[in-house]
């Protein structure tokens, strides 16, 4: 079973992440995109400079994914592990879209088009919901993905992912406190893995 966790930044994902980590061993494989490999530290290079070239982005992204799943998640998935990622495809569908608006046409139906071939879907998604001030807020703004403006983009983006998708993805109220947010989703995880 393949779980994401996606939303904006500083919707408290990675605060989860770390959680449902601390208390879970064997069976579980946590993992995340931008991933440690250097794809991904290509990819936080290019998350670091102002002017990368949009597209070049997307294809950083796309290339530390295809590495993530052929080295960590099929072969996980493989050995019947419950595989938790914090971020995964639908970050690049709902940001890449919003950063390459106006440079291509329809770019939402061309990144997925992108990853069509080779990706595995999530069986179960969780979408912390914050408005993108909170998250802006929480994140500190301290990179150009970290504004409220481009924020809303993005916000608009995962609607129409989970407008889609309404079967995958499960909607967390993460404006609540950190351990109201955590309750959650162990209640959706005891769910889905109930029912698995
Ligand atoms: N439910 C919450 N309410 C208030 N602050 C939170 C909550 N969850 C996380 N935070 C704080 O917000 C910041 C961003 O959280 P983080 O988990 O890193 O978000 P993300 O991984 O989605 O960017 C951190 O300082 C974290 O302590
Ligand atoms: C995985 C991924 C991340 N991002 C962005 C979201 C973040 O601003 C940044 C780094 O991701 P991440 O380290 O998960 O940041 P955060 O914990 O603050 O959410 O990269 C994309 O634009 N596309 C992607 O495909």
């Not at 991933?35 to 070049?56: F, K």
């Not at 998935?77 to 914090?86: C, I, K, R, T």
């Amino acid at each position: 079973m393949l779980v994401t966790l996606e939303g904006l930044d500083g919707s408290g994902k990675t605060t989860v992440w770390e959680a449902l980590r601390a208390t879970r061993d064997d069976g579980w494989t946590f993992t995340r995109e931008p991933t440690g490999s250097w794809y991904g530290d290509a990819v936080r290079r290019s998350i670091g400079e102002p002017d990368a070239d949009p597209l070049a982005e997307l294809f950083l992204y796309t290339a530390d994914h295809a590495d993530h799943l052929s080295r960590t998640v099929r072969p996980a998935l493989a050995d019947g592990d419950v595989v938790v990622s914090d971020r995964y495809s639908d970050s690049r569908y709902a940001y890449q879209a919003a950063s390459l608006d106006g440079e291509l046409k329809r770019p939402m139906e061309y990144i997925r088009g992108v990853h069509q071939p080779f990706t595995r879907e999530p069986d179960v998604t969780l979408y912390f919901d914050v408005p993108p001030e909170t998250g802006a807020a929480r994140a500190g703004a301290t990179n150009k993905f970290e504004q409220t403006k481009f924020l809303s983009e993005v916000q608009a983006n995962y609607e129409e992912l989970i407008s889609m998708r309404p079967g995958r993805f499960v909607r967390i109220d993460a404006t609540r406190p950190p351990e109201d947010v955590l309750d959650r989703v162990e209640d959706v995880l005891g769910r889905v893995l109930g029912d698995d």
